[in-house]
Nanobody
Framework: QVQLVESGGGLVQAGGSLRLSCAAS????????MGWYRQPPGKQRELVAT???????NYADSVKGRFTISRDNAKNTVYLQMNSLKPEDTAVYYC???????????????WGQGTLVTVSS
């Protein structure tokens, strides 16, 4: 079993900052890419940012220049630093791990349970 546990969500005023964390635990050898997705109220889930084990990053246009994704491979943890938050950033944020190498199940994709970020105007 591989689990992702997120933390750091909450309520913040527009212009403020939050930092999300996601730690992977369980039985696996490595994780290729980790990332964050979000689902605004009444909308579909969308990509926020991803980062590979080598450090290559990808961002949605809507968050470029405001959000920064980083990763600690030794701790199997991914972070999302969110600055200059806007009300439209309000969503449930989900952590994702892709290419999780396991002995029993091969390569897996795993999702966290989600953490709510609310940005008030």
């Amino acid at each position: 079993q591989v689990q992702l546990v997120e933390s750091g969500g909450g309520l913040v005023q527009a212009g403020g900052s939050l930092r999300l964390s996601c730690a992977a635990s369980g039985s696996f050898f490595s994780i290729n890419a980790m990332g964050w997705y979000r689902q605004p109220p009444g909308k579909q889930r969308e990509l926020v940012a991803t980062i590979t084990s080598g450090g290559s990053t990808n961002y949605a246009d809507s968050v470029k220049g405001r959000f920064t994704i980083s990763r600690d491979n030794a701790k199997n943890t991914v972070y999302l630093q969110m600055n200059s938050l806007k009300p439209e950033d309000t969503a449930v944020y989900y952590c994702n791990a892709a290419g999780v190498a396991t002995m029993t199940y091969g390569y897996l994709e795993v999702w966290g349970q989600g953490t709510l970020v609310t940005v008030s105007s």
